[in-house]
């Protein structure tokens, strides 16, 4: 007859077992090749092209809407705190899109304090600062993608703007999309800063790094936060 496992080790033993599934887990999210394939489930938006860009130049009750990402709490080299960089790669290409159509920009972004500005603001101060475009609408309440979609829909549509084009990171635009859908705003999707496909095989691509980490962080953000928006708002 075997000996009992008291309960004891049988809960180092789970203990050890779940630090090694962790670690395992860290391993393989900070692998390109799984990083990747987490990223392009959710980068189903190709970029616009110039002929698509040329044509929303020309399309009525449209505008420009660049969501918030976060912000750079110490910044004294620009006097104070400044977009992270996330939202700076959002501005840049919603200024390109600005430039290119004339169009005009709502930035959208919230969590503002008695001593921070709202990151509507910050963003609005850069693409003016950094890119000579006056943004026409700041809607600074918005906590999350849902609320950006919710009160920069009310904003929009008290202007008379039906059609949005909705600047955001690739993979959070399935997310982003829905969200403006759902209320009740034609969006053309504007995904920036890719963060790549799987073109072939190489042995890179089994190298853990940092990189790869980060970017699966961000993807498995997006895959639980779709089902999250699934349940609480049906979309």
Known sequence: ?????SRGRLVVRLAVLAVALYFASIFILSTPIVSLALTDSLEVFPALTPAQIEALA???????VILS?????????????????????????????AKKTGLPVLVSGGLATARDPSLAQIMAEAMERDYGIAVKWQESHSINTAQNAMFSSAILKEAGITNVILVTHAWHMKRARASFLANGMA??????AFAGHIRGF???FLYPNTAALRMSGFAMHEIVGRE???VK???
């Not at 007859?1 to 496992?5: C, D, G, L, N, Q």
């Not at 004294?76 to 390109?96: K, M, Q, S, W």
């Open 58 to 64: 020309h399309r009525d009750k449209t505008a420009i």
């Open 202 to 204: 190489s042995l890179g």
């Open 228 to 230: 999250w928006y699934r």
């Open 69 to 97: 990402a976060g912000r750079r709490i110490y910044a004294p080299e620009f006097g104070g705190d400044t977009v992270d960089a996330l939202a700076l790669e959002r501005i840049r290409y919603g200024a390109e899109l």
């Open 1 to 5: 007859m075997k000996p009992r496992v």
């Open 187 to 192: 969006v053309t999707p504007a995904p920036t």
């Open 233 to 235: 708002y049906g979309y």
